[in-house]
């Protein structure tokens, strides 16, 4: 079965500061998609940024970028220059692309918090 | 234009009670999707529509739930004789096309059974 793992709770990060966000994945499947999403307080789900497995190299989003590694199947999310409108939850994300399902698997969350 | 949407954003209910959930998605996607999301949990796949597909409902917990689309338009999630543990916010999402990667949420509705 598919799992999406993120064993950090919870984080904190200073103003300004760099973070970085855990995610781990089991799958035995060879292609597909991983997210990170962002939930602020206002439940909105947004997408941050999204890499497909058959990529080497990692995604980029202004601020945010990711450190994949598929051998190891772990997603991290970096945030640099950290923001306050940073601070929610983020989740991280798995779907398929080949296996004929089109159901995201999510994992638990992490709650970012940006010190002042 | 417009999101996705989903109405009520709050509905309290007695236990035993039924509720009906809608949602509205973007218009023209055609993938919709249904997630709930515990307090301080993830979010749990609940179910699928794909055009005039066959929905996938393998992540719905009960007989309790169910849920309908009309064509490639508004959806509702009905939960029969609610339970405590349904208490959770239930959040809507649509994509473009089954190949689509991309989901756009709509603002969740906060279901509380007492």
């Known amino acids: 079965a598919q799992t999406v793992t993120q064993s950090q709770p919870e984080m904190s990060v200073q103003e300004a500061e760099t973070v970085t966000l855990s995610c781990t994945y089991d799958?035995?499947?060879?292609?597909?998609?991983l997210f990170w999403y962002k939930q602020p307080p206002s439940r909105q789900m947004i997408l941050v940024i999204r890499?497909?497995?058959?990529?080497?190299q990692n995604a980029t989003e202004n601020r945010f970028s990711v450190n994949f590694q598929k051998a190891a199947k772990s997603f991290s999310l970096k945030i640099s220059d950290s923001q306050l409108g940073d601070a929610a939850m983020y989740f991280c994300?798995?779907?398929?692309?080949?296996?004929?399902?089109?159901?995201?698997?999510f994992g638990t969350g992490t709650r970012l918090k940006v010190l002042a | 234009g417009a999101g996705v949407s989903q109405s009520p954003s709050n509905k309290v209910t007695e236990k035993g009670k039924d509720v009906e959930l809608r949602c509205d998605p973007i218009?023209?996607?055609?993938?919709l999707y249904w997630y709930r999301q515990r307090l301080g949990q993830g979010l749990e796949f609940l179910i699928y529509?794909?055009?005039?597909?066959?929905?996938?409902k393998s992540g719905l917990p009960s007989d309790r739930f169910s849920a309908e689309r009309t064509g490639e338009s508004v959806s509702t999630l009905t939960i029969q004789r609610t339970q405590q543990e349904d208490s959770a916010v239930y959040l809507c999402?649509?994509?473009?096309?089954?190949?689509?990667?991309?989901?756009?949420f709509g603002p969740g509705t906060r279901l509380t059974v007492t």
């Open positions: 799958t035995s499947e060879s292609d597909y998609y």
């Open positions: 994300a798995y779907r398929p692309t080949t296996s004929g399902t089109y159901k995201y698997i």
């Open positions: 529509f794909q055009g005039n597909s066959a929905p996938d």
């Open positions: 218009s023209g996607h055609t993938a």
């Open positions: 890499q497909e497995a058959y990529k080497q």
């Open positions: 999402a649509s994509s473009l096309a089954r190949n689509s990667y991309e989901q756009y």
